[in-house]
């Protein structure tokens, strides 16, 4: 991207409809698509503009971004909750974009500032499990979510044992001064 461009889009206005799709959230960045709309970063989470439901922070599981020139791909991953405290991985969502702009860089700080904690454990048959702790918007507390590497290991009582050991642990070591 040109400088010029970087510029109008760190400093200027977003597009109508990024802002209007935004509502009452704050627009941090956006990209367009090479599919026409554009991927934008809020306040409140990341969207896909005009068709795209609000993906909020706390729950992006991955985002990827693989530059290409001036755009690139971002591949999206929701967390998706399966039983209170357990959360999956969901299918990753692809947004090609010929123009970035800030938007790789707001989305990577976005999604780390959500995560307070993360320990990942092996599991007694292979794989493992993911701990993590988040900020989540308008609670006060940490929010404590297990991923497991292998979705069938939800179902192994072994494997959720440990899990749930390994999570009581985690919880009652956290450090809630952070």
């Known amino acids: 991207m040109n400088p010029f461009r970087r510029l109008a889009q760190r400093f200027g206005r977003p597009p109508g409809p990024v802002a209007e799709a935004a509502g009452d959230d704050d627009v941090l960045a956006w990209g367009a698509r090479r599919d026409g709309g554009w991927l934008v970063a809020t306040s409140a989470g990341l969207r896909a503009v005009p068709d795209g439901e609000l ?36 299918p990753a969502t692809r947004h090609v974009l010929d123009d ?57 009582p072994a494997a959720r044992e440990v899990a749930r050991q390994r999570l009581a642990e985690a919880v009652d070591g956290e450090d809630t001064t952070r």
């Not at 020139?69 to 969901?90: I, N, S």
């Not at 092996?122 to 497991?148: I, K």
């Open 55 to 90: 993906l909020p922070w706390h729950l992006v599981g991955h985002a990827r971004w693989a530059a290409a020139e001036t755009g690139g791909t971002f591949a999206v991953t929701p967390l998706v909750e399966v039983e209170p405290g357990v959360q999956t991985r969901g």
């Open 100 to 156: 970035a702009g800030e938007l790789p860089a707001v989305v990577r700080r976005r999604v780390d500032q959500t995560v307070v904690a993360s320990k990942r454990h092996p599991l007694p048959a292979g794989g493992g499990v993911l701990l993590v702790a988040r900020r989540v918007p308008g609670q006060a507390a940490r929010e404590w979510t297990v991923v497991f590497d292998d979705d069938a290991d939800r179902d192994d």
